[in-house]
């Protein structure tokens, strides 16, 4: 400091003038300017100096907290014995949620592996599943997951699933999976579309090939599964085959089926959806131009014409039928898995004691989505003891009386009157 004094009166007053004088002119020497540029790279290296001494971990801590507390928050716990893994740096919270979701797995899967146990041990119960419904269905996610499901091995020491670690050596799941049109798509000389455009008959003859072969194999102590196409079940010889089994209708809306085949993601669209994931419309749609084109009104019409024919049909061979266009489903296929494989035990004898139908599981679930739809969910325990006490088993049985579930639940007239307009929106798409 004293030499930087020192300094000034040389810089300003290089003429050797009285300090109080106003200089008209001044300048500088080259060794004083040396010196001054010295000076004030001490001066920096100094500063930065004082500045290394703060630790900037205690800083980056106090401006964190001081964030979170006016929100209530805490701050993150990092590092070993921070958190609940403090490898993965995740919180308690996180792991517990990661658990929760890790174990409603897990009951799927031993659930069908329970139902596989006692299936092997009656010879009289079938051994092949087929799995019918148009397309869009997702049929063949839906189908894997029940084949997981029920060729499911416990891990001995115990671990989930979900946590089993790649590498480590674990129960080798098996089954058997016969997808039509892939097999199709394979054995077809031309195309499946120019083949079905040539030769309809031709075309059902080859797909009833593909299902009398794998009605041929032979039992090899693993569940085996078949996902048919979609107008397979027109050629009866194939319906007989697939009656030996146990037929699971994958059910969709019409107007679903119609969205989910004909939507194709459009350059600029803003979303980038891969063909691998894109769903293809039937190849009688196919051959009628409607491919790819969603606001065709009139192809529109006539498909959900011909899949409500189909879908007469499948009501007729299925032994179980699940909606796969629900919330939920539609997201994960294992919680459609483990509504088949429950619908499997209670058609085949195997219920527990303690499971409720899968029927009145589904009523409960659609009954509180749709009063929660309604903003009547206060309603919710009134409305299940009044379907239980008159013997409503879907929607349609509410929305078929909806005056006297009304009156029932004492309504007030603007409740009503949402009741009213959600269950007309029911009756549409019943």
């Known amino acids: 400091i004293q030499t930087w004094q020192l300094l000034i009166p040389r810089v300003l007053e290089p003429s050797g003038r009285a300090p109080d004088a106003m200089p008209v002119r001044c300048s500088i020497s080259s060794q004083d300017g040396r010196r001054v540029c010295r000076m004030f790279h001490a001066m920096a290296a100094?500063?930065?100096?004082?500045?290394?001494?703060?630790?900037?971990?205690?800083?980056?801590?106090?401006?964190?907290?001081?964030?979170?507390?006016?929100?209530g928050l805490t701050t993150m716990r990092l590092g070993p014995g921070g958190g609940s893994d403090p490898v993965n740096n995740v919180s308690p919270e996180m792991q517990a949620e990661g658990m929760k979701w890790a174990q409603k797995y897990e009951d799927v899967l031993l659930s069908g592996n329970r139902l596989w146990s006692s299936i092997k041990k009656n010879e009289k119960d079938p051994r092949k599943f087929y799995f019918i419904g148009t397309n869009g269905n997702a049929g063949k996610e839906i189908a894997e997951s029940v084949m997981d499901a029920l060729a499911y091995i416990p891990s001995p020491d115990g671990t989930l699933f979900l946590h089993r670690k790649p590498g480590s050596v674990n129960p080798t799941m098996q089954y058997g999976m016969v997808v039509?049109?892939?097999?199709?798509?394979?054995?077809?000389?031309?195309?499946?579309?120019d083949l079905f455009m040539d030769d309809e008959d031709k075309y059902r003859e080859l797909e009833y090939e593909i299902v009398k072969e794998f009605d041929a194999e032979e039992y090899k102590g693993f569940p085996m599964g078949c996902v048919l196409g979609e107008g397979a079940l027109l050629k009866e010889k194939t319906r007989e085959l697939v009656q030996k089994g146990i037929v699971v209708w994958l059910d969709v809306d019409p107007q679903y089926s119609w969205a989910k085949t004909q939507f194709r993601s459009k350059a600029g669209g803003g979303?980038?959806?891969?063909?691998?994931?894109?769903?293809?419309?039937?190849?009688?749609?196919?051959?009628?131009?409607?491919?790819?084109?969603?606001?065709?009104?009139?192809?529109?019409l006539e498909y959900i014409e011909i899949v409500e024919e189909r879908r007469k049909l499948y009501e007729t061979l299925s032994d179980?039928?699940?909606?796969?266009?629900?919330?939920?489903?539609?997201?994960?296929?294992?919680?459609?898995?483990g509504k088949i494989v429950k619908a499997m035990k209670e058609y085949l004898g195997y219920a527990d004691a303690g499971d409720g139908s899968v029927e009145d599981e589904i009523l409960e679930t659609d009954l509180e989505k749709f009063l929660e739809g309604a903003r009547l969910s206060k309603y919710f325990k009134q409305a299940m003891a009044?379907?239980?006490?008159?013997?409503?088993?879907?929607?349609?049985?509410?929305?078929?009386?909806?005056?006297?579930?009304?009156?029932?639940?004492?309504?007030?007239?603007?409740?009503?009157?949402?009741?009213?307009?959600?269950?007309?929106?029911?009756?549409?798409?019943?």
Not at 180 to 193: A, G, M, R
Not at 323 to 334: L, M
């Open 320 to 337: 179980i039928r699940l909606r796969t266009d629900t919330p939920g489903i539609v997201e994960n296929s294992y919680w459609g898995a």
């Open 386 to 430: 009044w379907c239980e006490e008159q013997g409503a088993a879907s929607m349609e049985d509410i929305a078929e009386n909806v005056d006297e579930f009304a009156e029932a639940m004492a309504l007030k007239p603007l409740e009503k009157k949402r009741l009213v307009k959600a269950a007309a929106s029911v009756a549409v798409t019943a």
């Open 271 to 300: 979303i980038y959806l891969p063909k691998a994931g894109e769903v293809r419309p039937p190849v009688w749609a196919i051959a009628n131009g409607w491919d790819g084109d969603v606001d065709d009104t009139e192809g529109k």
């Open 46 to 71: 100094v500063f930065l100096a004082a500045l290394l001494l703060r630790s900037p971990f205690s800083f980056t801590a106090l401006r964190s907290s001081a964030r979170a507390k006016p929100h």
């Open 180 to 193: 039509t049109d892939e097999i199709l798509n394979e054995k077809s000389p031309v195309s499946p579309v």
